[in-house]
């Protein structure tokens, strides 16, 4: 059972644009992490928020974290042709030793 | 730095043939994990281990053994491989628990088909 789900599931946009992806789960957390997947590759690690953090920054990305609504948002400014790929938010919930992923959002960035 | 790396790539097997997949990571990490991954599912953990000589099951473990005899190996294997394995299976390393937290650090992926 995965414990985020990425909303929304596909997502395209204009060059340029700003992209914006959803991530809710279910149970407390230590920390929450965004991952983009391009086509045919694994996994690479953008981002990781800590629970008592409310947002940060990393280049053109920017999380927020919400707890009381069990919530997490990915923003991708200034979207290039190379961002178009899935993007999975993961959670470690603390007791647990593995990270849970969600199903992903697949984002189009048109040229 | 090699990271994670995952042999082999691609490969096609016939219902009821064994094979192992290997996967390697040269960060000294702790703990390693095999996930699988189909359209429209995410990523689902087969089985993961927290240091060498330990392993234990994760959310799909039915049909899949794995071993970890060194650390900076995890071994997956398929006993009698069945259709229902077809799938892109990947390894992931992380450290121990820490105060930064833990991220993961993938391979590229074994594309595994049974026919």
């Known amino acids: 059972s995965q414990q985020g789900e990425e909303d929304p599931q596909a997502l395209s946009i204009q060059e340029g644009e700003n992209a914006t992806m959803n991530c809710s789960y279910k149970?407390?957390?230590?920390?929450l992490q965004w991952y983009r997947q391009n086509s045919g590759r694994g996994l690479v690690h953008l981002i990781l928020?800590?629970?008592?953090?409310r947002e940060k920054h990393s280049g053109r990305l920017r999380v927020t974290l919400d707890t009381s609504k069990k919530s997490s948002s990915l923003l991708i400014t200034a979207s290039r042709a190379a961002d178009t790929a899935s993007y999975f938010c993961?959670?470690?919930?603390?007791?647990?030793?593995?990270?849970?992923f969600g199903s992903g959002t697949q984002l189009t960035v048109l040229p | 730095n090699a990271g994670v790396t995952q042999t082999p790539k691609f490969r096609v097997l016939k219902t009821g043939q064994s094979m192992t997949l290997l996967c390697a990571q040269d960060?000294?990490?702790?703990?390693m994990y095999w996930y699988r991954q189909d359209p429209g599912m995410g990523l689902r953990l087969i089985h993961y281990?927290?240091?060498?000589?330990?392993?234990a099951k994760g959310e799909v473990p039915d049909g899949y053994n794995v071993s970890r005899l060194k650390k900076q190996n995890f071994l997956l294997g398929l006993e009698s491989a069945a259709p229902s394995q077809t799938s892109v299976y990947f390894c992931?390393?992380?450290?121990?628990?820490?105060?930064?937290?833990?991220?993961?650090?993938f391979g590229s992926g074994t594309r595994l088909t049974v026919v």
């Open positions: 992931a390393s992380s450290p121990s628990r820490g105060t930064g937290g833990r991220s993961y650090t």
């Open positions: 149970t407390s957390i230590n920390n």
């Open positions: 928020i800590r629970s008592n953090e």
């Open positions: 993961a959670t470690d919930g603390g007791s647990a030793r593995q990270l849970t």
């Open positions: 960060m000294n990490h702790e703990y």
């Open positions: 281990s927290v240091g060498e000589g330990t392993t």
